[in-house]
Antibody, heavy 118, light 110 residues
Framework: QVQLVQSGSELKEPGASVKVSCKAS????????MNWVRQAPGQGLEWMGW????????TYAQDFTGRFVFSLDTSVNTAYLQISTLKAEDTAVYYC???????????WGQGTMVSVSS | QSALTQPASVSGSPGQSITISCTGT?????????VSWFQQHPGKAPKLMIY???NRPSGLSNRFSGSKSGNSASLTISGLQAEDEADYYC??????????FGGGTKLTVL
């Protein structure tokens, strides 16, 4: 079936980096853009940006420029989110979400909890 | 860019109907018919309930419906059921070619 499976929870110290993976199956990976969404503990959803599956070109929301990088490996149908120089405020669940058509995020990964603490 | 405005909470009794509003601007909700609604149960990933203002994904209950007027969109749930208790988020495409979410609404089924 169509699904996105994300990598497991991460516990990192401030200043470290983390790379979250999102593996797609059950559909043509390059047919739909992939979006990333952050949800801090007890908070709402924040759109982080998206990546063009054909060109690999990422677009970042204003609050997610500089330390956040989206990438792809189309050979293994996987999208990645890398966050560098982690801060405590990066502690959140990170979701990948397939965009069926213009904000119709129809398939979501199960979420990856990233905790940043010394 | 500020989040779309949703009420923090709404409530209703089983069998009743409720409506959740989502207010934006003419740069997002009012600009396109690209408004989606998501349901999120505690500890779970969001689930798409409505897209393109009023379209339901295949297999979704017709108790859920969406509409839009000007810069505001709405999600209506009719025949409220206990399992509808969840957080609901609206989202919209914007004229800046970005996506914006609402702050979320907690639905309580009394």
């Amino acid at each position: 079936q169509v699904q996105l499976v994300q990598s497991g929870s991460e516990l990192k110290e401030p200043g470290a980096s983390v790379k979250v993976s999102c593996k797609a199956s059950g559909y043509t990976f390059t047919r739909h853009s992939m979006n990333w969404v952050r949800q801090a503990p007890g908070q709402g959803l924040e759109w982080m940006g998206w990546i063009n599956m054909n060109t690999g070109n990422p677009t970042y929301a204003q609050d997610f420029t500089g330390r956040f990088v989206f990438s792809l490996d189309t050979s293994v149908n996987t999208a990645y989110l890398q966050i560098s120089t982690l801060k405590a405020e990066d502690t959140a669940v990170y979701y990948c979400a397939r965009d069926y058509n213009m904000v119709a995020f129809d398939i979501w990964g199960q979420g990856t909890m990233v905790s940043v603490s010394s | 860019q500020s989040a779309l405005t949703q009420p923090a909470s709404v409530s209703g009794s089983p069998g009743q109907s409720i409506t959740i509003s989502c207010t934006g601007t003419n740069s997002d909700v009012g600009a396109y018919n690209y408004v989606s609604w998501f349901q999120q149960h505690p500890g779970k990933a969001p689930k798409l309930m409505i897209y393109d203002v009023s379209n339901r994904p295949s297999g979704l209950s017709n108790r859920f419906s969406g509409s839009k007027s000007g810069n505001s969109a709405s999600l209506t749930i009719s025949g409220l059921q206990a399992e509808d208790e969840a957080d609901y988020y609206c989202s919209s495409y914007t004229t800046s070619r970005t996506v914006i979410f609402g702050g979320g609404t907690k639905l309580t089924v009394l």
